[in-house]
């Protein structure tokens, strides 16, 4: 499992297959990325690492590398 | 005191930034903090005890969730005790004001000569109170989410919820976002000088649209139901989405005007929400700091908590989001009806209809949202459930056989007044990018223009003297926002 499963996801979700996010990636840099798809990503990425994320965790995330960071510490 | 009044203008703002801009950098949080408690003293002297002591209190709660948060220990119980103690305070505040109690306030103070108004209400609402309490939560949260830990020095703390700039209409603003500039408020010439182009650019937004609208559809409201016209029924219902645009946003634009003269950044609240296309896209322009507290602190918390659940629907969030939106703006009926009434559209707007929306031509997707903005602000605006009703009726010519007053008997001058026509074109170049889309498109850089500068300051400086006239001649108008 590497980034490249992660961008699989945004991909997925955000339904644009030319996708391509990096740890810097905001939500402001991602067309559709709202507080309703937020939700729909973390519970795909959840369910494609086979992790669960905290309330907490899921607040702080600001940027893609946060939410990377949080995946790999659960790996 | 209100920002538009003439204390505040010609003695007030002066003073204190005369005073901002000569004492040393280390004493200029000192002066913002002093400025801030002089303008509760002026505005709500009865108040003054019970902010210092709510001030207090809410700065050791922070504290305490801090502190339990730090041991390891569960922070539940000190989160939700702090926040029902926001909450608590909010609520039965609100609730006096509505329904007052039978008691007398014992603290009554009337001192007209300095606030500009008489103080005939036993009750009055603490200035600025709705948005200091939700700003208090989005604090306790993120402390407990450990995004900030509690502010120690409490000079900063006071400037962050007493700030005066932010107490008469926001914005909401997360203490995260504060941080950086309550230690060491940074004031410049350029910033000073933006900021006072902004108040301005406020100031008229309120002061020559927004009340000269108000004038004149204020009569309109005031009715106990309204004798209109199916044409007049529009008419108003438009000039009221200009008002109300105009009000509120010149109240932001004034508060975040005074935050750049004082050295303290304050978000934007308003991105011209009426070129949206969409209820959603509305509501992500609209009172920018709301939507975004209520997104962070109750819709996204709902939506993970519930978010294994196959048959828990996006729009149960949506509701429940937009129900308290409108309890934030009062208990009334209308207020909770029209919340659910926007919670309904945009949960609509979250089904596989809005995809459809999205592909549509442009034009129907404006049309689309102003359709459901106006008939949502007919809500917000009436007195009362029923005199909505019968506004929607006059709207769509069912107002049946009732009887239809000429508008002399419903407005204080009539349509062909030359006042009311500039506030009307000044609040739609206010409401929609006409001019920075046309500088665009003519590749000019407003900023840099010399031309455009010399012009806008002989502008401003005019609308300004004007303004100041008006108040003086028609005394100030409360902002609508002020009294939520």
Known sequence: MDFSTLNEVFQETFDQPDLQVTPETTANDVVGWDSITHILLISAVELRFGIEFSRKEVMKFQTVGDLWNCVLSKL | ???????????????????????????????????????????????????????????????????????????????????????????????????????????????????????????????????????????YVDIENEVIDAERNIIHFLNYILFFPKLISGPIQPYKDSIAELSNPCATIPRTEAGIRRFIVG??????????IANYINPVFNQTIPYLHTHQAWFVLILYAIQLLNDFSGYTDMAIGLGEMLGIKLMENFNWPYVSKSMTEFWRRWHISLSGFFRDYLFTPLQFRFRKMKTYPVQASILVVFLFTGLWHGFEMHYIAWGLFVGAIIGFEATKFGKLLK?????????????????????????????????????????????????SQTAPFPVTETSLWLAIIAGVLFAVPVIPRLAKTLKVDLSENKFWQVISFIGLLFILVYSIGVIASKGPMPGIYGQF
């Not at chain 2, 609520?91 to 300095?114: E, H, S, T, W």
Request: proline share 7%.
């Open chain 2, 1 to 139: 005191m209100d920002y538009t009044t003439p204390s505040f203008l010609l003695i007030f703002l002066p003073a204190t930034l005369a005073v901002f801009l000569v004492v040393p950098s280390k004493l200029k949080r000192w002066i913002i903090l002093a400025a801030s408690l002089a303008f509760i003293v002026i505005a709500q002297p009865f108040y003054f005890v019970f902010f210092i002591a709510y001030s207090l209190l809410s700065y050791f709660l922070g504290r305490w969730i801090e502190h339990i948060r730090n041991t390891g220990a569960k922070t539940n119980v000190a989160l939700i005790v702090s926040i029902l103690f926001q909450v608590g305070l909010l609520v039965g505040l609100k609730y006096c004001i509505q329904f007052p109690p039978a008691f007398p306030n014992p603290l009554k103070l009337d001192l007209p000569f300095l606030v500009g108004k008489s103080l005939e209400q036993d009750w009055v609402f603490p200035l600025g109170f709705s948005y200091i309490t939700f700003q208090m939560i989005s604090y």
């Open chain 2, 359 to 407: 592909e549509t031509w442009r034009p129907i997707q404006h049309l689309w949202m102003l359709f459901w903005v106006l008939m949502s602000w007919v809500l917000f605006r009436s007195p009362g459930l029923m005199f909505a009703l019968k506004f929607y009726k006059s709207l769509f010519g069912l107002q049946g056989v009732v009887e239809v007053l000429p508008f």
């Open chain 2, 203 to 212: 100031l008229a937004k309120k002061v020559l649209v927004a009340d000269t």
